[in-house]
């Protein structure tokens, strides 16, 4: 027989070091089975469409944290801004300053991590590892005061080569590593590595992710 929503949680909590977090990747899932995992002790929920995180959200308890962790477009970031605890999915100053204004304009501040792109498929976002150490060494991350730079989430190439996943993601340790010692993020905040889904998120926990965020393995396959 199939395991429950509630046993897969279990199952994959048991396995997680301390101080790892599990995200919950509800998309496509209907609410009922989110409340599933509510019950079984789960809070933090990840989500990838604008539209299904706005139509969900009031459904489910207060104290759910929501994750955004698909492509943003610069015209859903209004709409999410009420709900989102954490955006993942942070790939280009552009968004950043949309985030920041929208943030601002509703008296708050926001928790982002900033996409890298390790993977070999061109269709992954994110900025390119070199890009992004371009980019901070010059300052343009520092302008957006209502953003809170908690760290690095990237996804690795979606293949069966688990020596190739490795690889992507002792880039991403390795990246976040260099950019910790150079303090180009200073304060005790910037402490996030989310990287890691249902295949392959033992490689990832190896590689001192944080953040892990599982969907197929919780909930089944997507109903799209
Ligand atoms: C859908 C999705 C996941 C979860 O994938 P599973 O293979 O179902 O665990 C994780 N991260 C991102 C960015 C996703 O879009």
Redesign the pocket.
């Known amino acids: 027989m199939q395991q429950s929503i509630a046993e897969n949680i279990t199952q994959i909590k048991a396995q997680l070091p301390e101080g790892v977090s599990l995200v919950a990747?509800s998309?496509y899932h209907p609410v009922q089975q989110l409340q599933e995992a509510y019950a079984a002790g789960q809070r933090i929920f990840?989500e990838?469409h604008a539209q299904e995180l706005v139509a969900k959200a009031p459904l489910m308890p207060d104290d759910v944290q929501w994750h955004f962790?698909?492509h943003l477009q610069r015209n859903k970031v209004r709409q999410i801004m009420p709900i989102v605890s954490l955006i993942?999915?942070v790939d280009s100053i552009r968004l950043l300053s949309t985030i920041d204004k929208e943030a601002a304009r509703i008296g708050r501040s926001v928790d982002v991590l900033l996409q890298l792109h390790v993977a070999q498929e061109e269709a992954k976002s994110g900025f390119a590892v070199e890009e992004l150490m371009q980019l901070a060494e010059n300052g343009e991350f520092q302008p957006f005061k209502h953003v809170r730079y908690r760290g690095l989430m990237a996804?690795a190439t979606f293949t069966t080569d688990t020596a190739l996943i490795a690889s992507e993601f002792a880039r991403v340790a390795s990246t976040y590593a260099t950019l910790l010692e150079k303090q180009i993020f200073p304060g005790a905040d910037f402490n996030q590595l989310s990287m890691g889904?249902?295949?392959d998120w033992h490689i990832a926990v190896e590689h001192g992710a944080t953040l892990v965020?599982?969907?197929?393995?919780i909930f089944g396959p997507?109903q799209y």
């Open positions: 990747v998309k990840g990838s962790i698909g993942h999915s996804m889904m249902s295949d965020r599982i969907g197929t393995q997507r």
